[in-house]
């Protein structure tokens, strides 16, 4: 097998990035109040903010767009929609949304009261909003190894089941609506959950007749490292693989934007007549009619297509080779990386690569910042900014949009991540001058901090 990583495609439309100087890069940053969520894309040179809605549609995807029916209602492109969810997912009913957040404000409305507790092996942040939203409590249970940042394990996103029971035992089941398995883990540095894994928490939720959902945003991803790691599947196709990850559960939330290969579009899937009745109700409040919720004809058709391609073998094997390239380099010149590398993104671990700057001053700012500044790289902090006080670890997302960027942007974000470590003693800290009641990441304002709070070692 050749070593060199080839995207499995040829580029037919080119869309151009632009070059800054640090100079101005360092302006836009002080006017983006030192917050890379508030910066002009316009001004960022090779965007790793995120892979959701952020890939490239096929020439198949583009084609099925043209078929999309604009019909209010009974569009034919749901029909289409509706048939290839079925196919990977196979739940009974299938509801259409904006993004992957609608479906989870639908699900736990629905679902959730106060008082109430979600249990997942990690919620995402807006999963955890939207569960808080509704008056519940969001619990992650992920297993130890989830929590160790260099340790190499093969599924560190698998849930802790023995902590799940002790969850029932001392809540009990009827304060407990559902079960989420998050595929694959997001939050946790993009870890993989087994197939053992999905079996062992079915088996704990039907045993106490506890619904189990998945949040499936990247479940072609989850399905190919199933293949790659776990015995047994070696042989089973991605697509087989997630058919069967998802017979063991009751439903699903899913953002479309990352493995459903489109640029906007999600879902709910539900067994439950009843539920999914309530659900539709809910949905034509907000999102709109059942057959297209919040989404064109169009859209449904992208996204058609997109699950059924994410999907296949070769465009896995290039995803989750060339996001391994990316950490496997940077990591062997000694940056601290959650290991192994994620299906979508590389973690750096901010609280080891800059020792000096506490939690409270948001290392991972720190670092994404600095990674803007010396080469207009935009990443994501995920730690103290995104979840306060209950963030367990200071990670910097390197996330990689589907299909975008090709192995020469790789190796300029390994140069560039590699010049950032050489000098960062010299990086400092940060401090909040504004923050949102919710999700305060997106519009947090903040500061260098002047001094540097604990010494530099
Ligand atoms: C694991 C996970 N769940 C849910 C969501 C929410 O999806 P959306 O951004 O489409 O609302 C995301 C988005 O990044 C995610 O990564």
Redesign the pocket.
Known sequence: MPRTIIEPFRIKSVEPIHWTTRVERERFLRTASYNLFQLSGEDVLIDLL????TGAMSTQQWAAMMEGDESYAGSRSFDQFRASVQDIFGYKHVIPTH??????RILFSVMCKKGDFVLNNTH????RANVEFAGAEAIDLVVPEGHQPGLKHPFKGNMDVEALETWIQNVGRDRIPLVML?I????GGGQPVSMGNVKAVSAVCQKHAIPLYF?A??FAENSYFIKLREPGYEKKSPKEIAQEMFSYGDGC?M????DGMANIG?FLCANNDALAQQEKNLLILTEGYPTYGGLAGRDLEAIAVGIQEALHEDYLQYRIASTAYLGNHISDHGVPIVQPPGGHAVYIDARSFLPHIPPERFPGVALANELYLEGGIRSVEIGTLMFGKSALMDLVRLAIPRRVYTQSHIDYVVEIILDVFNKREQIQGLHLTYEAPFLRHFTARLEPSEVVTSPVR
């Open positions: 995120t892979d959701s809605g993004q992957g957040r609608a479906a989870e995402f942040d807006t999963t998050t694959t883990n997001n939050s949040d945003c990247r939330t953002s479309a934007k990352k999600g």
